[in-house]
């Protein structure tokens, strides 16, 4: 499982699939999401926009990620 640190309150789906190197620029965050399974904490997800926050975890087709506070 990937880690995604931020040291922010939150970071949005669309930054998270960035960062975890599923999409090579937020400009295909949109389309990757209509083609793709993505869950946000168990629950399918489609919206870029969706707020994240240190311990939720995404599925990507059988590739998990989670955000963590960065140290």
């Known amino acids: 499982m990937k880690e995604v640190a ?3 309150a939150y970071i949005t789906l669309g ?6 190197d599923c ?3 937020g400009g295909e965050v949109k389309i ?3 083609e ?3 869950k946000v904490n168990g629950t399918p ?6 707020k994240l926050v240190p311990g939720d975890t995404i599925e990507v ?3 998990g990620v989670i955000v963590v506070k960065a140290r």
């Open 61 to 63: 087709e059988g590739t």
């Open 36 to 38: 793709k399974a993505v």
């Open 23 to 25: 999409v090579g620029s």
């Open 6 to 8: 931020i040291s922010t």
């Open 45 to 50: 997800e489609n919206r870029r926009g969706r």
């Open 32 to 34: 990757f999401l209509q």
């Open 15 to 20: 930054q998270v699939l960035k960062l975890a």
